[in-house]
T-cell receptor, first 110, second 116 residues
Framework: RKEVEQDPGPFNVPEGATVAFNCTYSNSASQSFFWYRQDCRKEPKLLMSVYSSGNEDGRFTAQLNRASQYISLLIRDSKLSDSATYLCVVNENSGYALNFGKGTSLLVTP | GAVVSQHPSRVICKSGTSVKIECRSLDFQATTMFWYRQFPKQSLMLMATSNEGSKATYEQGVEKDKFLINHASLTLSTLTVTSAHPEDSSFYIC????????????FGDGTRLSIL
C-alpha cells in the first residue's frame, strides 16, 4: 500500500538552519496523522501528532491540509542531534495499522 | 520507560532455522498488536494484525504459514519465522494498541534478523 509519499532526501543542512519536509497521502479516510523519527537501525519514535489546526512543539511545527491531503514538518534552528529519518505516518483510526512513508533523511552538519 | 518490550533485539542464525520474536505490552492490555517489517532503505510495511484470542489477519503477499502469529493473551504476541531464509533477513517490529485509551500505538524496539 503506497499511500504515503515523501521526498526521500537526503536533506543536508547546516546547524541552525530551518528545514521543511512534506508528505502527501492518498486515503481521504485517514483520520490520524503523525511524524515519527527513526534513527539508524532503531525503532521509530513518535515525534508529534499532527492536527488540522497545526501544532507546534518547541522547534518543530506540523501542519495538516486535509483538502490537499498534505502534511508538513518544519524544524527551526536545526541541531546536530536532529539528524535522522523523519517518517510521515497516517492511519484511518487508532485501531488500524499505521501507514508509513519511506521517510525523509536529514543530516545536520556543523 | 518502555511500554512495549520486544525480544530478542538481534538474531543471527543459519538458513532453515525457525525464529520466534516476542512482543509484550508492559503496563497496558494490548487488544491489538501489529507486526511490521522494514527492509533497508524502505518504509515499515505491515505484515499482519493480531487481535487477542483470534486469528491474525495477514497483508497480501505475506505467507501465514511462514510467519506464524500467536496473540494468546492481552500482553503477549509472538511472531515465528519458520524455516527462515536469507531473504527473510529484515528488521521486524511490533506495535501494540490499547482500544480503551486514546494513546497512539506503542512500538517495540524491533528485532534485527539476519539469516546466513
Amino acid at each position: 500500500r503506497k499511500e504515503v509519499e515523501q521526498d526521500p532526501g537526503p536533506f543536508n543542512v547546516p546547524e541552525g538552519a530551518t528545514v521543511a519536509f512534506n508528505c502527501t497521502y492518498s486515503n481521504s479516510a485517514s483520520q490520524s496523522f503523525f511524524w515519527y523519527r527513526q534513527d539508524c537501525r532503531k525503532e521509530p519514535k513518535l515525534l508529534m501528532s499532527v492536527y488540522s489546526s497545526g501544532n507546534e512543539d518547541g522547534r518543530f511545527t506540523a501542519q495538516l491540509n486535509r483538502a490537499s491531503q498534505y502534511i508538513s514538518l518544519l524544524i527551526r534552528d536545526s541541531k546536530l542531534s536532529d539528524s535522522a529519518t523523519y517518517l510521515c505516518v497516517v492511519n484511518e483510526n487508532s485501531g488500524y495499522a499505521l501507514n508509513f512513508g519511506k521517510g525523509t533523511s536529514l543530516l545536520v552538519t556543523p | 520507560g518502555a511500554v512495549v518490550s520486544q525480544h530478542p533485539s538481534r538474531v543471527i542464525c543459519k538458513s532453515g532455522t525457525s525464529v520466534k520474536i516476542e512482543c509484550r505490552s508492559l503496563d497496558f492490555q494490548a487488544t491489538t498488536m501489529f507486526w511490521y517489517r522494514q527492509f533497508p532503505k524502505q518504509s515499515l510495511m505491515l505484515m499482519a494484525t493480531s487481535n487477542e484470542g483470534s486469528k491474525a489477519t495477514y497483508e497480501q503477499g505475506v505467507e501465514k504459514d511462514k510467519f506464524l502469529i500467536n496473540h494468546a493473551s492481552l500482553t503477549l504476541s509472538t511472531l515465528t519465522v519458520t524455516s527462515a531464509h536469507p531473504e527473510d533477513s529484515s528488521f521486524y517490529i511490533c506495535s501494540a494498541w490499547d482500544s480503551h485509551s486514546n494513546q497512539p500505538q506503542h512500538f517495540g524496539d524491533g528485532t534485527r534478523l539476519s539469516i546466513l
